[in-house]
């Protein structure tokens, strides 16, 4: 099984109840998950594999550690996944950005791919998913099933808010991937929204509804 991590540093946590608050606006939303983003791209790269490097400073030459192993692909999930590239890239800014296009049909609650478009060498690369929201674990599902289809080996998914549901049925349908969260809720509503949750994060982040 996978790793599941609940990323509960207290920046990250802070953050988080900001945009909790329903009257939390568009600008702050955006900025608080961006700068958790950020925190969180931190805490997922800690076990980056590390490599020594010969380096001369203006004293002497010295043996040093620098990152190694493989390149790194975000793969924000369309379209509240977007609002978490910017803040990852800022601490990864080599990696390359994959997209997997998906929503929730309202009614059925079931996951539409519309779109996907990865690096070429994406079986080569560590992927970082991201999408703020793990509700029933439809679309985090789809967008595995999607990478794993295109060669995709090395695969961790980042979120802001889980439910328990959706990390059941995720770690059910591919055990291998790993999982981290900044939070993991009650659950869900009848209408599939995570309680308490935060609300519909695509529509908080573009101002859209
Ligand atoms: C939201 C969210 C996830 C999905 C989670 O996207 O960003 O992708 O729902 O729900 P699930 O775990 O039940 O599949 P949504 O479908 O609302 O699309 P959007 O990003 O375009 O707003
Ligand atoms: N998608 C969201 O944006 N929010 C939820 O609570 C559930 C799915």
Known sequence: MGKFEVLDHPLIQHKLTIIRDKHCGTKVFREMVNEISNLMAYEVSRDM?????TIETPIQVTKQKQISGKKVAIVPILRAGLGMVDGMLEMI?????GHIGMYRDEKTLKPVEYFVKLPSDISERQIFVVDPMLATGGSAIMAVDALKKRGAKDIRLCFLVAAPEGVKALQEAHPDVDIFTAALDDGLNEDGYIVPGLGDAGDRLFGTK
């Open 49 to 53: 594999p590390l490599e020594d490097v």
């Open 93 to 97: 800014p080599a990696a390359r950005v």
